[in-house]
Structure formats: structure tokens, C-alpha cells
């Protein structure tokens, strides 16, 4: 059976995307061909990657890319992660979109100044997006 190609798509690529291609690799690499990317380039989100270490899932070797910096591909699925990529989301002939809105924890977290409450928030996204990910399949064939 071919693998079917699903993007995460979200403003920045650095965290809610990276988390959700994270995921994705981990439960469903068997099935999927997994690729994430922003509308823009953000880079690397540290806390991002550091919460993902927590849970056994090492997005370090990830980078920050567009849409157009992906492999010629065509997408089965695009899941939007996050409402300024859904409003912006490019076309992407044949695949289907699927609308999955994250909170954002930089700008959640923007005027926290104490490390372990920043990063709580940060643990609840990622767990968020886990869960959508573990059953996404469900999602996705509707």
C-alpha cells in the first residue's frame, strides 16, 4: 500500500506544525509521509523542541520552511494548525483540507516571565495536538 503525504501547515513552522509532524512521525510514519511548513519561516521554537524531548519525541533535527521548500508532492491531506494558516492557506490540487486550530504558545505565553509556567503552556498545546494526532485518522476520512 503507498503511503499517503499529509503536510501540518501553520503561520511559522517552528512550533504548533514542528509538534504536530513530531506526532504524526511517531504514530502514523508507517502510513504517512509526513512533511510540515509555514506560510512563512519563523525558525526553530527552543520550548517547543524541549517539551517535545520531554514526551520521547525529538524534533530537534526539524527546520523552519515554506510550503514552496517542500518536496514536489502531491498532498493527500493538509491539516491547518493554527487560524492565520487556514485564512491563508495556498491551493493544493487534489488534497484535501482539514481545519484543526491550535493556541499559539509564544503568544500565549508573551508576557510570562517565570520559565515553568511559560512552559506549561507550551506541555498543553503539545498534548492538545497529540490527541487530535493519535485519532486524526478519524478526521481526516470524514
Not at 8 to 29: D, H, I, P, V
Not at 78 to 105: M, R, S
Request: hydrophobic share 35%.
Amino acid at each position: 500500500m503507498e503511503k499517503k503525504n499529509i503536510m501540518f501547515l501553520c503561520t511559522g513552522n517552528s512550533c504548533r506544525s514542528q509538534m504536530a509532524e513530531g506526532w504524526a512521525r511517531k504514530y502514523w510514519g508507517n502510513e504517512f509521509n509526513v512533511y510540515s511548513a509555514g506560510t512563512k519561516k519563523h525558525g526553530m521554537n527552543e520550548r517547543a523542541m524541549k517539551v517535545m524531548k520531554e514526551a520521547d519525541v525529538d524534533i530537534s533535527s526539524h527546520f523552519s520552511k515554506t510550503v514552496e521548500e517542500l518536496p514536489k508532492v502531491t498532498f493527500d491531506y493538509v491539516v491547518t494548525v493554527c487560524d492565520h494558516a487556514h485564512e491563508n492557506c495556498p491551493y493544493f490540487l487534489g488534497g484535501k483540507i482539514v481545519h484543526v486550530g491550535f493556541q499559539d504558545p509564544p503568544a500565549l505565553t508573551k508576557e510570562m516571565s517565570d520559565e515553568e509556567e511559560i512552559l506549561s503552556v507550551y506541555r498543553r498545546v503539545r498534548d492538545e495536538i497529540e490527541v487530535f494526532v493519535k485519532d486524526m485518522k478519524t478526521v481526516l476520512e470524514k
